[in-house]
Nanobody, 122 residues
Framework: QVQVMESGGGLVQPGGSLTLSCAASGNLMLIYDMAWYRQAPGKQRELVASITASRRTKYADFVNGRFNISRETAKNAVYLQLKNLQPEDAAIYYC????????????????WGQGTQVIVSA
């Protein structure tokens, strides 16, 4: 069994910061690409940032230098540092990861976390 779980969400004032964490657990051998998505009420889920196995990163235009995605291989974890948060950043943030239970790349499958909520309010 493989599980992906986020943590670190909460309430922050405009201009504040949060660090989101995501850890994979269970019967896994390799983690390939990882990403953070978010979904605000009434809107579609959108990609915030991604990071490949070789640590190449990509950010959505709205990030505008405020966020940083990183990963810690030994902990099967990916992080999203959020800075200068604004009300429009409020959403449920989801972790996504391609995980292989074996060393065979053909065995990799996508997994979603259940989300962690970020609230930005004065």
């Amino acid at each position: 069994q493989v599980q992906v779980m986020e943590s670190g969400g909460g309430l922050v004032q405009p201009g504040g910061s949060l660090t989101l964490s995501c850890a994979a657990s269970g019967n896994l051998m390799l983690i390939y690409d990882m990403a953070w998505y978010r979904q605000a009420p009434g809107k579609q889920r959108e990609l915030v940032a991604s990071i490949t196995a070789s640590r190449r990163t990509k950010y959505a235009d709205f990030v505008n230098g405020r966020f940083n995605i990183s990963r810690e291989t030994a902990k099967n974890a990916v992080y999203l540092q959020l800075k200068n948060l604004q009300p429009e950043d409020a959403a449920i943030y989801y972790c996504w990861a391609e995980i292989g239970a074996t060393w065979n790349i053909r065995d990799k499958k996508p997994y979603w976390g259940q989300g962690t909520q970020v609230i930005v309010s004065a």
